[in-house]
């Protein structure tokens, strides 16, 4: 798919034209290399929206390469508790470390070494070059998708290699030398704030006169997402264990893999045949190394994480002896105001709340038997 010169200078012109008028007031707008990067990072699966308090707060604590780099990877994920997709924070953290040990701190603007930076491929690159550094390199993201799959007419599963060629194809010859950073952005809010997934607004788009898809009887038609994998369930149990000093232990994931590095109360995944409440006694041994007893389930939630949905269990509960099996992860006992200190998942975020509430419940002597709760992703 080969656009001619003049189509690619009539598309850019109207798109950086649109652009400058209709661009959202973002805060990594105009921001450095290393602001670039971590708003690319986060802007990853998760919404401007989400995205754009965590991003305030990461940093004003880690305004710099260098101070990302030499914090630790607790705290940099204490600050990340609640964005999901950890691997992209300790991915973060370790390339802020080697940009700093071998770039003296600044981002490097050279297309092999920013991708050979963990958690850097090639669209994040083309991100941070064009954006920070003016370089003419391309991007493709989900709207990018949407919107060249719409005006090429790109029929067939996005996703196929042949198309992915296709589309970073376009994407390259698309990208002007002048405002590259511009353009890119552009196509990326052009497909969050026009050509919409549902419901585009050709009316009011600057590439109507070039999209193959906006002069169709149904513009969504393009681009063909096949359908979701069907939802996975599957049932989790984690025990909530209180000493007699009131503290409770948290225990942390292994660095790698799914919630990595966060801290959680002590869980298992319930397995064929096996009640909840059992599954509880079975944490607590395997996990967090205590025989334990279950006093009440305080909380029934519902999440989903890709194509698993998660309900997951929570059970107060009491150490009665040390396990005779050695426990594999790290715990600590702590006291419920520390709480709020350690980074945990989405879910047990949740039961955190569910504890907490169940103290100031304790305190009032109003003690609900069960709590449900159903958060919102
Ligand atoms: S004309 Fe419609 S379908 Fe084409 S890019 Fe614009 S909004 Fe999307």
Redesign the pocket.
């Known amino acids: 798919m080969n656009p001619t010169q003049e189509t690619r200078d009539k598309i850019a012109v109207a798109l950086l034209a649109w652009f400058q008028r209709h661009k959202r007031d973002l805060p990594w707008r105009g921001a450095t290399p290393y602001g670039v990067w971590v708003s690319e990072i986060m802007l990853q699966q998760t919404q401007v929206v989400t995205v754009i308090p965590f991003y305030l707060r990461f940093m004003e604590r880690f305004p710099t390469v260098t101070a990302l780099a030499e914090a630790s990877i607790e705290e940099v994920l204490t600050y990340w508790a609640g964005l999901g997709y950890y691997a992209r924070a300790r991915n973060l953290h370790r390339a802020a470390q080697r940009v700093a040990e071998e770039f003296g701190g600044v981002v490097p603007s050279d297309p092999v070494d920013i991708e050979s930076l963990p958690g850097i491929g090639r669209y994040t690159a083309g991100a941070i070059l064009s954006i920070a550094y003016s370089v003419p390199r391309p991007i493709v993201d989900a709207n990018v998708i949407r ?1 060249l799959s ?2 090429f007419g790109i029929t067939g599963d996005p996703k196929s290699s042949v198309n992915q060629d296709t589309l970073w194809g376009l994407a390259e010859q698309l990208v002007p030398k002048v405002n590259p950073g511009d353009f890119n952005q552009g196509l990326m809010e052009l497909g969050a704030l ?2 919409e997934p549902v419901e ?3 009316d009011t ?1 600057p ?2 006169t070039f ?1 193959v ?2 002069h169709s009887p149904d ?1 969504t038609a393009l681009p063909e997402i096949p359908p979701r994998k069907t939802a996975v369930s599957v049932t989790h149990v984690s025990v909530l264990i209180r000493n007699e000093k009131g503290e409770l232990l948290l225990t942390q994931r292994p660095l790698h893999g799914l919630w990595g590095g966060l801290w959680e109360f002590p869980r298992v995944i319930l397995r064929v045949g096996e009640t909840p409440q059992e599954a509880g006694l079975r944490a607590g041994r395997e996990v967090a190394g205590y025989e334990i007893s279950l006093s009440k389930q305080i909380a029934k939630i519902k999440h989903s994480v890709t194509h698993h949905r998660i309900t997951l269990y929570g059970f107060l509960a009491s150490p009665l002896d040390i396990s005779p099996l050695e426990h594999p992860h790290r715990v600590l006992w702590i006291l419920p105001s520390e709480l709020d200190r350690y980074a945990l998942s989405a879910p047990q975020v949740l039961l955190r709340n569910a504890i907490q509430m169940l103290l100031v419940e304790e305190k009032q002597g109003t003690v609900q038997p069960i709590l449900d709760f159903m958060p919102q992703d």
């Open positions: 919107v719409r005006v026009v050509c585009p607004r050709c788009c590439l109507l999209c898809a906006g513009p």
